[in-house]
């Protein structure tokens, strides 16, 4: 329960209604230890309503069916809080300027959206009757540690949004991406949380980051012409180029005693005259590395002298650990940012990539309208759940998400510890950003491959190495956002097979 003291009023949140219908309740009272209860307003799902002076005349109105509950009380106690008190019978005025008043709304209303969730809780038997890829493609004795969905549950704000517009019957066409509020949005995170100042105009609404990194290829590179990419890599940057019929430049990752870091040597060779795209990804997958902002400066000084059209996917731009820090590449100057097109997305770090959002953000007019010379109808629509799922997780979601990245952290330094000490031979570099993990089994000589003993003797799927490209023969990258629970068992089949060798 979070409890609140400030200018002679004591603020209380409590989620003691659990369940589907059921939701948060906020009591406001008199400062004293004890003191009179003046409003109390249940903001349940179903029969929610408010009172005014519950322990006297108890006045109760019901929420408007289907409204934002929560949206309402915190935006009716911004308006009048001091009028609502002075109705529930209170003696003196609440004690709260303008700032005070501010602070203590948003502190409530995070509380009130976000009740405390149980990671610890997810068993096997809980995601069976997923119908995503990641439970569906495997046997049921397989444990799925593979493609980059979490196994959490998802932002209860998320969550609320969905029930209430399924309940509705809100599933129309949405509207036309450029009326809404999605790039203030966008821009209000980008400011937020990594300091960087983008204009709303220059935000484009996407199904999602791949569809970006197809369009940007097919817009700013003619067939034959290069696009670099740093091997290993998420496959789409292997696949796509090549489907798009564009010249597969790579320039791999250096590996040393310290982890991965980008060749920049190596990448001005590569370059050549014909080369158009420079693909980023960053925080990187599969490696976890979060480049630094001297590594990003190299790469942009190459990308300006070359004329280097730069797409950076930063779609785990959220997924970051302490003692490292995220630097959109666009946000290194105002030269680079005209170059640059950023891909990034709610989905990743909020488990909603079936909700189909994403964001393409420009640094310049010119690329957008290039960008947008591929009819949008060609890249199909975006669904109104969608922009509202990525809403509520950028407006109201954070403090799940820093639940969950405190979670992924102690998940992260558990497999490293694990790998350590009971996969011997097994390499390990910590990621510093998203959740996954590649492991270099290389020197085990491991038959067929890492992906197929770990599936065949410990009933374990990962991610095959070689789909990340030629540097990932002999890796299998592991997906640890899931339970302690089934991350320990996964860990605990794998040391078992390779001991049964």
């Known amino acids: 329960m979070l409890t609140i003291a400030e200018g002679g009023i004591r603020f209380e949140v409590e989620h003691r209604s659990p369940g589907p219908g059921g939701g948060p309740t ?66 003196a005025a609440p004690r709260l300027d303008a700032a005070a008043q501010a602070r203590v709304l948003a502190r409530l209303e995070a509380a009130l959206r976000n009740p405390p969730v149980d990671l610890d809780a997810v068993r096997p038997a809980s995601r069976r009757p997923s119908r995503g890829e990641k439970w569906s493609l495997y046997p049921e004795d397989v444990l799925p540690l593979w493609v980059a969905d979490m196994d959490f549950p998802i932002a209860e704000p998320i969550r609320r949004m969905l029930r209430f517009a399924v309940e509705r019957s809100d599933l129309g066409y949405p509207i036309h991406p450029m009326p809404t509020d999605i790039g203030e949005i966008a821009a209000a ?35 034959g012409e290069g696009a670099v990419v740093q091997t290993p890599i998420y496959p789409p940057f292997l696949n796509d180029v090549r489907a798009s019929g564009r010249r597969l430049v790579e320039n791999p990752l250096v590996r040393d005693a310290g982890g991965y870091r980008v060749d920049l040597e190596g990448l001005r060779a590569a370059v050549d005259p014909g080369t158009r795209l420079l693909l980023l990804c960053n925080p990187h997958n599969p490696t976890g590395r979060v480049l630094r902002r001297d590594e990003l400066e190299g790469l942009a000084e190459i990308a300006l002298r070359r004329d280097l059209v730069v797409v950076s996917d930063e779609i785990h731009a959220d997924l970051v650990y302490p003692g490292h820090r995220h630097v959109p590449f666009a946000s290194l100057a105002p030269e680079v940012a005209e170059r ?70 102690a998940n992260r330094d558990f497999t490293t510890r694990f790998v ?20 270099d089994c290389s020197a085990l000589g491991l038959e067929p491959s890492p992906h197929a003993f770990f599936l065949q003797r410990a009933r374990v799927g990962l991610s095959d190495g070689p789909t990340f490209g030629a540097p990932g023969h002999g890796f299998v990258r592991i997906n640890f956002a899931t339970s302690r629970a089934i991350l320990g068992e996964a860990l605990e089949r794998m040391a078992k097979s390779l001991r049964a060798r």
């Open 26 to 91: 906020l009591r406001i009272c008199d400062a004293e230890q004890g003191g009179r209860e003046r409003l109390r307003f249940d903001c349940f799902e179903r029969g929610g309503h408010w009172h005014l002076d519950p322990g006297g005349s108890d006045t109760i109105t019901r929420f408007e069916e289907g409204a934002d509950s929560i949206g309402w009380t915190v935006e009716t106690l911004r308006r009048d809080l001091a009028g609502l008190l002075a109705r529930a019978g209170a003696a």
């Open 189 to 223: 995170r980008m400011q937020e949380r990594f300091g960087w100042q983008i204009e709303p105009a220059q935000v484009e609404v996407l199904s999602d980051v791949v569809q970006g990194l197809v369009v940007s290829l097919l817009q700013f590179a003619e067939p």
């Open 420 to 439: 350590a000490a009971e996969l011997p031979g097994v390499r390990l570099h910590p990621p510093e950003g998203t959740y996954l993990a590649w492991l």
């Open 340 to 409: 640059t097109i950023t891909l990034t997305a709610a989905s990743k770090a909020f488990n909603i990539a079936g909700l189909r959002c994403g964001l393409a953000i420009f640094g310049s007019d010119a690329q957008r309208r290039r960008f947008n010379a591929l009819p949008r109808h060609a890249r199909g629509g975006v669904g109104l759940l969608g922009f509202e799922a990525l809403r509520a997780a950028w407006r109201h979601a954070q403090p799940w998400l820093d639940a969950v990245l405190a979670y992924l952290e």
